[in-house]
């Protein structure tokens, strides 16, 4: 790899971004730029990494620097990755594309392709954040691809990548998350009171209802958000919900003395970035079974379109039903007798609980349509390790479904969802990966009906 790019190789590659750069001179410079890269005489690593590996740990540090939450992150893994995706496929077409159809020259390089246009893509979003951090990695890409490829064919290729990257990113501009609607509050809009079972803004930072317009939003591959909507909560007079509050109501608690010390452990572990913790799993496990670049590009495609449209499906639901969280309905209780107003859940420590309705958990609807694209890929007992980006260490697993019951462990022990809420979302991801992998990206030549559900 190179380091210590020069400044003006930046300026120049910024510059060649703006609007009204013909595609003749920009052309012509990348081919320049990439010329004066392969003979610089800063060092080169023996072997180039694979560029969508590489970008994916690129993405993560981008977004987990501008701290972008979880339910945004589903939204820009999925337009890098389709961006990747299509820019690699239009090269060499394996699989139906997922947007953009394959015209690329002839003798354009799919990594410069990858590079670019998960750049393009992460610069559209995090230029203002992260640009020179952004453009210093790409130059260090596209220096260390100029050790084993013609500057003809790269600069081929970062025209492509650059081209279905904007062309996605268009697309994209209309699919209802902007723009931000009016502030959610929940119960505190219904006149009547109580409001018993209704969500409204939980302590301690009261926030409004987080991104209600991705209920709405246009889906990457499902028809509708609505698709697989789960019906609704428990009844509050249920044993169910009975059995689910008083499991929370104990295990949840800040101070729990039933909780074991793992069990405060991995609730706090996985209280993380849950898109950007799955795209490591699949990075490392991508890795150790040395997928192909064009594996590596549909793999993470797959993944994260898949994590894109089952946030939508899952806020669908959420904002549906507008389900209380815990909190709510412990302090509050479905009677004053029942009411425990001094109750505090264990995430209180760390993030509090997540600003939105809590039916269904969108941890778990995340967790299970990850963990269903993944066995699909590498089969069910896959070994994986994890890290949380807040907490320190790390934890193993021997298959899929052994992070996935943790998971539904630690968002009740961490006090913010009820046991069913958890159940029902597994079934959702799985439903909505099942899905997407059905009918998005296929292979070529696999003529199964596109309008089958």
Not at 90 to 106: E, N, S, T
Not at 286 to 315: K, P, Q, Y
């Amino acid at each position: 790899m190179i380091c210590n790019i020069p400044g003006s190789y930046l300026g120049i590659s910024l510059l060649l971004r703006l609007p009204g750069v013909g595609a003749a001179i920009r052309s012509a410079t990348l081919m320049l730029i990439v010329a004066l890269l392969a003979t610089s005489p800063l060092p080169l690593s023996a072997a180039t990494p694979d560029p969508v590996l590489e970008w994916i740990e690129v993405m993560n540090t981008t977004v987990l620097a501008a701290g972008t939450p979880p339910n945004v992150t589903s939204r820009v893994v999925a337009l890098v990755s389709a961006s990747v995706f299509d820019a690699v496929n239009g090269i060499d077409p394996r699989f139906r594309p997922l947007q953009v159809k394959p015209d690329a020259p002839h003798n354009a390089s799919q990594r410069a392709a990858a590079i670019e246009a998960a750049y393009t893509i992460l610069m559209h979003l995090y230029s203002a954040q992260s640009g020179m951090m952004l453009t210093t990695r790409l130059n260090a890409a596209l220096a260390a691809l100029a050790s084993t490829e013609k500057a003809e064919s790269i600069a081929a290729g970062v025209a492509w990548g650059q081209t279905v990257a904007d062309a996605i990113w268009a697309s994209r501009l209309t699919d209802g998350f902007a723009p931000t609607p009016p502030p959610f509050i929940g119960a505190q809009g219904v006149l009547t009171t109580p409001a018993i079972g209704v969500w409204r803004p939980t302590p301690p930072a009261n926030a409004f209802g987080a991104t209600p317009q991705i209920a709405t939003m246009t889906p990457w591959v499902l028809r509708r958000p609505s698709q697989f909507r789960l019906p609704p909560p428990v009844a509050l007079s249920s044993a169910e919900y009975t059995a689910d509050f008083n499991e929370v109501k104990s295990m949840g608690i800040l101070s729990s003395l039933t909780r074991t010390s793992d069990q405060t452990e991995f609730a706090l572990f996985w209280a993380l970035n849950t898109p950007l913790a799955w795209n490591r799993i699949a990075a490392q496990i991508a890795a150790a079974r040395g997928l192909t670049l064009t594996e590596n590009a549909h793999l993470f495609a797959m993944l994260n379109v898949t994590l894109s449209d089952v946030l939508i499906a899952c806020w669908d639901v959420k904002y549906r039903y507008v389900f209380w969280r815990p909190i709510t309905a412990i302090r509050a209780g479905l009677t004053p007798a029942d009411a425990d107003p001094l109750w505090e859940p264990l995430l209180n420590s760390l993030t509090g609980t997540p600003a939105h309705p809590e039916y269904p958990s969108a941890h778990s609807s995340l967790s299970g349509a990850a963990a269903f694209i993944l066995a699909a890929a590498f089969g069910e007992n896959t070994a994986f390790t994890v890290i949380s980006e807040v907490r320190s260490g790390t934890r193993s697993y021997a298959n899929f479904s052994d992070a996935i019951a943790e998971i539904a462990d630690a968002r009740v022990f961490g006090g913010i969802h009820f046991r069913t809420s958890c159940v029902r979302a597994n079934g959702l991801g799985r439903a909505v990966a099942d899905y997407v992998s059905r009918h998005a990206m296929r292979a070529r030549g696999d003529d199964r009906d596109d309008e089958q559900d």
